[in-house]
């Protein structure tokens, strides 16, 4: 059982109504908005500091990521079955997000 440290919403073992569901999907899905846009500003400085477009895609860095990522769902019990497409879709977004930063950074 996972107890909500946010006093907004209700622990989803607890939840007795659709509308305190939604209620903290919709709160989570705020958050996950707030970290996923932190997570770009480190695209846009990996797009400022990669010396050339061909090393933006690293096949052995999209491995790594998705290792960590599957084994921190493990240990929190969020199932693979989520977390490993819901991160490989991240992961080719991210890239290709990088991938026009890269080439707005060094337009003429």
């Known amino acids: 059982m996972t ?4 006093p907004d919403i209700t622990d989803p073992e607890a939840c007795q109504t659709m509308q305190e569901v939604r209620a903290g999907v919709d709160a989570l899905d ?9 997570r770009a500003r480190y695209m846009e ?10 090393v933006v895609r690293d096949e052995w860095r999209i ?6 990522v599957t084994a921190e769902a493990d240990k929190r019990g969020l199932a693979v079955e ?24 060094r337009e003429d």
């Open 3 to 6: 107890m909500s440290t946010r």
């Open 30 to 38: 705020r958050e996950l908005v707030a970290l996923i846009a932190q």
């Open 45 to 54: 400085a990996a797009a400022r500091i990669k010396p050339s477009r061909d």
């Open 63 to 68: 491995n790594d990521v998705i290792a960590k």
């Open 82 to 105: 989520i977390a490993e497409p819901v991160w490989r879709e991240l992961v080719e977004r991210s890239i290709a997000y990088e991938f026009s930063v890269w080439d707005k950074t």
